[in-house]
């Protein structure tokens, strides 16, 4: 009986070994071959000085790296992209979150709202910016000449160095608040209602509910979130490609890290360089996932 | 929920009717496998009688890439003509020109550059280096359609290397003039601008030419527009950008320096617009707007100027401005060049196109078409009526006092750090004297490594 | 206490409203500038709002330089090309990852959720060579390259099917299945809402893809939509009539399968991050 069993098991393992490296493989494969090994790759190719073409790669050992920590460009690239991500970030959570849960009632006109909020996600980013470029536009552009109606100066909306980040980062709000208010009303139906109720009955306010009930039982949500989109965030290279260009005075204090990275491995043909430069944005996101993981357990309530 | 299925229907129909429009207009969609852009409705019947007419021993399409798509209709018109000629087809492909060097490169790592193309001077010495291009020194001497002293020798010169090797056939060349709006200076009572005119008349109208209200600017230039720009008037005044042997900046030539102060000077008293609204907006746009009264522009910007219902009610040109005290009025001029790629499968076609478009034919068509002022010699009488409501003459006018546009092998690397100092100069953070020193510094060290 | 609601209600709906404009206006700016003349797009009196005459002249110009029914058809083949390939590897791999164990899964798997927290840039030079290396750019399968598996969806996959119930296996093996039997005919048609998820999730974003398609296919015949409009920005300048009619174009289609499939879509995206 035992043997039988034995028997079995071994067969049943085996089987299992078969089917499931057989089922992993096409994945497995790909990841390896698209995934993996350019990983290693990019970090071979930071050693190295391309030549035009694709000839020539002169091996230069660690002078892209040092290259790169005296380039003032990529640190304030790096800032840019933070700037960035600080204002996109937390805004969108915090709207999506309020327009789900106001949202997550029965409602006249629901559906129909969430079509529209969730319109803009739809949209590709390139035609998306090339909207909101022309909208910012100081001179030509709707905003300005609202506010000039109204009585008010023109704003240079993205050609102020200092405060185009937050125009920018804007936008990308705009692009991306349906798609966290959807990901936050999946969540928010999981919430029992019973602990609302019970809270009515209590006489607490809207408010209190919001921050006692709905906050603690979102944030697994909200940590999924915000750390997906802080990932993304530091990636930001469409809105930025397709708002500025090297005219702009306000381009050396808005261009992201990946705008670098993009300029310097395909336009400038500067692969080694580029490769470095995204060993860099690697190991901060690493960085900033590894504190959000670690402060996880500060506000995150799982049950 | 009836609104939704009728907005999504509606939607779709737009969709459906913009398809069908698409391929209505794609007559050559489905013949070749490589299809370009498709602006041959115009052109169907042709390139129709010309498949008929090819000989069958001809299968060959070649590619040829260029970056303005303002000149794709005309040149295809000569294709057209040279496929009648030969049996050989060709696609022409229009990359703007931002992404044009990128596409080359990635096509060339690849090992699949487009069979003939256009090659500039800011990268002839990249793609010479590295052999990129075919060689025609051979061909174009044992050639009898070609007469290279019939082109300007200085844009022959541009694309011949190292005195041995002839890459490229030159295409045209371009020239500068002043654009000004008739309306604007008719509203002040002020006389168009002539030959008289010199720098400072130029500065004095664009005064007078400025609004209060900031409705109206007299000129509008931005720091990126050197060639079109204010490389002229650093000739003008007696300094360089590059000197001739192509080893030292002319940055710290007080004439050059003048000249930048002169422009930007402009800027900061006001006569043009402010910096934001430049960067945001390209000259001939705010020209077109009726933003500001004069604008620098180089001949290629025709097709795009001349055919704006704005410019043709109150646009016309006139020839530059000249210095004062030189009494120069220099033009800078370049010229694109035909090359062909080393690697093309068909070097013998290639070849046959590119001394086409190099044949007194060819380009007196392209002259005659307004498309360019071609760079054969004695081709350029038709070229004035392409246009005819407008002043062309005077861009003929500046080939008086030509300029090569300053180049070296690696032009690109100062020009760029050139450009984005100089936005400094406009905004007044640094006087235009630092600025122009900090860049004959940088230039110097860059033309050193060279 | 009813005054009250209504007061709250009309506020909600307020506040909502308001949102909504914000969230449309750029579309409306988009639809309207296109339908105008250049002059009229830069008109800088503010109550010009609407064209004076809704002209189809931006249109026609822009669809004869570039032909749109090339765009739709080279995005449509990125983004069918990469939900084929997504879903059929992830589901694959999700099941073996989800249900099955054999030696190596644990550190398999690892590798695939490393894969996910890393930022996707790393990858694009390597590939960008292997593409060009193989002679492969400028083609349909270029574009599709990146998208051949989905670290994302396998691992959404595997979350789905490890939420199924453990008996399932059981009941097949007593049928008679062995595991392939047991996975095509049992388990997979059970994901089914993973799996349209994930097919939703990454046509959108094989949709937006912006910086592979524009570094990888830069000819014209082969470009999809975001790319393209990228490439035109430097075309038309201030044409902003034609730039405004490019873009209605490119988004229009997505916008109307959005409307069609809206359920689908907020059902997968939501399933994508809720099970967690």
Redesign the interface.
Known sequence: MAKQAKLKGTNR?R???I??????L??????F???????F??IY?SFFKAGAF?RGNVFVGLDNYKRMFADESVWQALFNTFKYAVVEVPFSIAIALV?AV??NRH?R?R?L????????????????A???R??YNS??G?LN??L??LGFDSVNWISNPNTTFVWIAVVGI?SV???NM??F???LQ?IPQDYYEAAMIDGASAVKQFFNITVPLIS??MF??SV?RI?AA??V??VI??MMDRNNPAFFKTQSL?YL??RY??VESD?GY??AI?ML??LV??II?VIQIRMQKKWVNYN | MKL?KI??FV??M??VL??A???G??GS?GSST??????D?NDSSSSDSSSSDASASSNVELTIAIWD?NQEPGLTQIVNDFTEKTGVKAKI???????YW??LE??A????LPDVFWMHSNEIARYSEYEMLLDLTDRIESSDVLDMSKFPQEIVEIYNWEGTKQYAIPKDIDTIALWYNKTMFDEVGLDYPDESWTWDTFRDTAEKLTKDDG?QYGFGLRPSNNQAGWYNAVYDMGGYIISDDKKSSGYDQPGTIEAIEFFASMSKDGLMPPYEVLAE??E??LF??GKVAMITAGSWMLAELCN???VIENGDIAVLPKDADSNRRASIYNGLGWVAAENTDHPEEAWALIEYFGSEEAQQKQSDLGIVISAYEGTVENWTAAYPDFNLQAYLDMMDDLVIRPYSKTTVRWENMANDKMILAWTGDKTAEEVCLEIADEMNALLAEE | MENRKYIN?IL??L??IM??I??????L??VL?AFK???E??Q????VMFPSEWRFDA??SV????????L?WNTLVLMLGRVFFAV???T??G???GR??????NL?FS??IF?M???????????Y?????L?M??TSFALI??G????FG?FLLRQSYMSLPKELEEAARLDGC???QT?LYVMAPLTRSAMVALGIFTA?FA??D??WPL??N????TIP???A???????F??N?PE??AA??????????I???F?KQ??QG???S??K?
């Open positions: 393992a089987s299992e070994f089917w499931g490296w057989l089922f992993i096409p994945t497995m494969l790909g990841l071959a698209l995934n993996i090994i350019p990983i790759q990019t190719q694709g327009l106001l949202l409602m006109g559906s709202y969430r079509t529209i909020y969730f319109l803009p996600m739809v949209a590709a980013p390139a035609a998306v090339m909207v909101w022309w909208l001179e030509f709707l000449h609202l000039n109606t705009w608040i349906g798609y959807v990901l009303l999946a969540g999981e697994p949500m999924f979130v997906t990932i530091m990636q290279f469409d490609y397709m990946v990275f993009y491995s395909f692969r580029g490769s995204v944005l690697l996101i690493m996932t | 939704k907005m999504a939607l779709t737009i969709m913009s398809l429009a698409c391929s207009d794609n969609e490589d299809s370009g852009t498709s602006n409705s798509t492909q229009v990359t703007p020109w931002d992404q990128t596409m990635a096509g790592t690849g090992g699949s409705s907006n390209e001939h746009a077109e707007a704006n219902e704005y | 209600s909600l709906h506040v909502l949102g909504s914000v969230m449309l206006v750029p579309f700016w988009m500038t003349t250049i002059s797009s830069t800088m009196n503010p109550f249109f026609e669809m004869t330089k570039m032909s749109f029914g090339r739709y059929i590897t992830a694959l791999a099941y073996a990852f099955l164990e054999f030696r190596g899964r398999m590798l695939v894969q927290m890393v930022p996707v840039q790393i990858f694009i030079i390597p590939q060579l292997i593409v060009s290396g002679g750019l400028n390259f990146p051949l598996v989905s670290a396998t062995n595991i392939g996975f959108l949709f937006k912006l910086m570094v990888v830069t000819e014209q015949s939509l975001s790319a409009l990228a490439k035109i920005q430097g075309q300048a201030a902003y730039l405004m873009s209605l174009l490119a988004v229009i289609p997505m916008i109307i959005y409307l069609f809206q879509f907020i995206i939501a399933t991050g809720g967690l």
